[in-house]
């Protein structure tokens, strides 16, 4: 593996422009508090791992150079980012959260995870980052599996550590955030902003 350290540096920046993932996490946060955020959190970081594991397999590989394939994963990922963004638009006109906010039950918030896990691994461009990007640090000829998969890891900790500070940041200044006017504000943002990524991600065309 060739220059760790500026591997790390290009992998903070990358993580903190903000994408779907933040957008979930930050609708999460608002509207359940901090546990609805790390749960969202959670899900981002398990469906990495899975990105890490297919990359390391050579799976990835096989999705990005099959148009087939690639379109198929694109389209669903697009759908889901759409339904959530509509969904979100659409509850925040009825005046109810986007996440089911039932505590009395134990799989409350359960869909927090799944909306974390779902939004990042439907998401084609993240295997498209896990071939272009890592294979830039390894030395050419060298074996891949290992060094594939200590930047894959490498990555999702760092995803962790950032949405966890992330999370702490929105959950600390929530008096503010949970006001109805600044709520309802927010929702309609993240509604349009993952909308917006889903036509984005349907438009994408595949990479060869």
């Known amino acids: 593996m060739e220059n760790f350290y500026l591997f790390v540096i290009m992998c903070i920046f990358l993580i903190i422009l903000p994408g779907p993932d933040t957008a979930i996490a930050t609708k999460n946060t608002v509207s359940l508090g901090r546990a609805g955020g790390l749960k969202t959190a959670l899900g981002t970081c398990c469906a ?6 297919a990359a390391v397999l050579g799976l990835s590989a096989i999705i990005v150079k099959s148009s087939f394939l690639f379109s198929v994963f694109k389209y669903v990922g697009a759908v889901y980012l ?4 509509a969904k979100t638009l659409w509850t ?40 272009t990007f890592l294979p830039q640090f390894v030395e050419s000829g060298s074996n891949n599996f290992v060094p594939f998969f200590i930047m894959g890891l490498t990555y999702t900790v760092l995803t962790a550590v950032w949405f966890f500070l992330y999370v702490y940041l929105i959950d600390q200044i929530s008096a503010f955030m949970k006001k109805p006017r600044t709520q309802n504000m927010i929702e309609g943002i993240t509604g349009t902003i993952l909308i917006g990524f889903g036509i984005k991600l349907a438009l994408e065309k595949a990479q060869h």
């Open 82 to 85: 759409i339904y959530l963004g």
């Open 48 to 53: 990495l791992l899975i990105h890490t594991s």
């Open 92 to 131: 925040m006109k009825k005046g109810q959260p986007a996440v089911e906010t039932n505590t009395k039950s134990r799989f409350a918030n359960t869909s927090c995870f799944k909306q974390g896990f779902l939004t990042n691994l439907l998401n084609p461009k993240v295997a498209v980052f896990f071939l």
